[in-house]
């Protein structure tokens, strides 16, 4: 399994009503968990800043991580980028290889 930082900017038209926020935020989670196989979600934060959200979860390789982001953007998402997570004891260990 491979790790994965998925940064996600909410659009205008899902950010007008808040209170929906969590319906919509379990809508998503279990279209996710049914087209998604595998995915383990390991944190969800919201955030001040330019982004709304960053998840960070497990996913069995990059296309399921792909699909992760594209019903992100389905269901409302301005931007939802995906970036590959490497743990800081592998990165230390990549780096001694160099």
């Not at 001040?48 to 959200?53: I, T």
């Not at 497990?58 to 399921?64: D, G, I, Q, V």
């Not at 792909?66 to 230390?92: D, Q």
Request: charged letters at 25%; a positive charge.
């Amino acid at each position: 399994m491979s790790t994965f930082v998925l940064m996600t900017k909410l659009s205008p038209e899902v950010t007008h009503d808040m209170k929906k926020r969590e319906t919509v935020g379990k809508a998503w989670k279990a279209r996710v968990k049914g087209k998604c196989k595998g995915v383990k979600f390991q944190t969800h934060f919201a955030l001040l800043g330019p982004y709304d959200f960053m998840d960070i979860y497990e996913a069995p390789n990059e296309e399921t991580a792909a699909k992760v982001a594209m019903i992100t953007l389905s269901m409302g998402a301005l931007k939802a980028e995906t970036w590959p997570a490497i743990p800081y004891s592998r990165f230390l260990k990549l780096a001694k290889e160099v």
